[in-house]
């Protein structure tokens, strides 16, 4: 005869390949797999190319009283890596002029222009960009380095300093970045290996998130369609929710793996490459940080359906889930709002205990293991509670389940959740 922990694993397994198979067939899910990337994918490539489009489309004056100090800024604007299109020089700045700029800038025939003034008893002139936008951040930026470049090199020229001297001087130094691993020095892009955690943790939250709240939703479906009441007749409460995490979980990973094999197909073309995209390597994620993405994910989204079913089971109504979201929503959010401090501090104290509270571990240890290996044994010990956690989440949601979803009406309070649990 079949042991009870038996039956509750064949009952659960399933309840788990029918939630799966309900799921990957859905119109809804084929769509999002399909979509995703390509919005993504769009949306990425679309902005980078905005931004080169932006910067090779830029057209910019310099104006001064003095042609010799403005031709200076225009040269070293010019040899600014995302130059302006076009640089004009302007001088003298007088009345008619600086209107006749004025007027370009509103018709949009010029984006701005910098315009520079002596200041008394100083040498420095006083800068102003006048644009005709309030966001125009970039061109600001440019044309305040270009200004100091040429600023520094007439101080140099003034002071006798040879041209060729002084150029050797300000000329850019580039910086190779190099990170520490196993007590040996490889090298590494500060800017893409943030990228490439951003992007996994974003998949990661909302992964999680979504496919958490798929549990809770579910229950309060079926709960209210009142199907439980023929599910309860063939299999227990504890092999239902167990299925159901189950189910919803591969289908999770299933979607992921899709979007993976994706990711390598693109990374395999011609036009991948040509933007420096030859695979996962290139965008600063090492295969361990997969290894480790697919394991938090894994017992993120167990805590986190745990709780979703035990919301599911309390709720009446897909209203008063969403009411309550937030409880599950939180922790990631705040996870997310640390991510750069976690990034640029992955073995400071408030990063480490953090990444060893279960609600954020998922996400914050995760952080750490992009930015600095952690430790083993803080690894070993978050795993260790994570998993504890999901045990005792798992363990009280399956006790409130077993009379939730059976319930009806009104919204139970919370000393008759603790009574469900006293009873079950």
Not at 65 to 91: D, G, M, Q, T, Y
Not at 281 to 298: A, D, K
């Amino acid at each position: 005869m079949r042991s009870e922990g038996a039956l509750l694993l064949e009952q659960a397994w399933l309840v788990a390949a029918r939630e799966y198979r309900e799921r990957v067939r859905s119109r809804a899910f084929v769509l999002v797999t399909i979509l995703t990337p390509l919005f993504l994918g769009a949306l990425l490539g679309g902005s980078v190319l905005l931004a080169l489009h932006s910067s090779a489309s830029q057209r910019v004056a310099i104006v001064a009283e003095n042609r010799v100090e403005a031709s200076a800024v225009a040269a070293e604007l010019r040899a600014e890596e995302h130059a302006p299109k076009s640089i004009e020089v302007v001088s003298p700045a007088t009345p008619a002029a600086l209107a006749t700029l004025n007027h370009r800038v509103e018709a949009k025939d010029l984006n701005g222009y910098l315009l520079l003034r002596p200041q008394p008893g100083t040498a420095i002139a006083r800068a102003t960009y006048i644009s005709g936008s309030s966001t125009d951040i970039g061109s600001g930026a440019l044309l305040e380095a270009a200004l100091g470049r040429a600023s520094t090199r007439a101080a140099m020229l003034e002071r006798g300093i040879p041209e060729a001297e002084a150029g050797r001087l300000l000329r850019k130094v580039p910086v190779a970045t190099e990170q520490l691993r196993n007590g040996a020095a490889v090298a590494s892009d500060s800017q893409r290996s943030f990228l490439g955690a951003y992007a996994l943790v974003m998949l990661l939250y909302v992964v999680v998130t979504v496919y958490g709240m798929n549990v809770a939703r579910s229950v309060v479906q079926e709960k209210t369609s009142r199907i439980y009441e023929v599910l309860l007749a063939t299999a227990r409460a504890d092999s239902l929710m167990l299925g159901k995490l189950l189910g919803v979980g591969a289908a999770g990973l299933t979607q992921i793996a899709i979007w993976f094999v994706l990711l390598g197909a693109v990374a395999g073309t011609s036009l991948a490459s040509r933007y420096g995209f030859t695979g996962l390597g290139s965008l600063g994620i090492r295969p361990e940080q997969v290894v480790f993405f697919l394991l938090y994910f894994v017992l993120g989204f167990l805590f986190y359906s745990g709780v979703s079913a035990g919301m599911g089971a309390l709720m009446g109504a897909e209203q008063e889930l969403q009411q309550f979201s937030f409880i599950l929503v939180a922790p990631l959010l705040i996870s997310i709002l640390m991510m750069s401090y976690v990034l640029a501090n992955p073995g400071g104290t408030t990063a480490v205990v953090m990444s060893l509270i279960p609600p954020f571990t998922p996400i914050i240890m995760y952080l750490r293991i992009c930015a600095q290996q952690p430790p083993a044994w803080q690894l070993a010990l978050s795993v260790v509670l994570l998993v504890a956690a999901i045990t005792l989440v798992i363990w009280l949601a399956a006790r409130i389940y077993r009379v939730g979803i059976l319930m009806y009406g009104k919204r139970p309070t919370l000393p008759e959740a603790f009574r469900w649990l006293r009873a079950s």
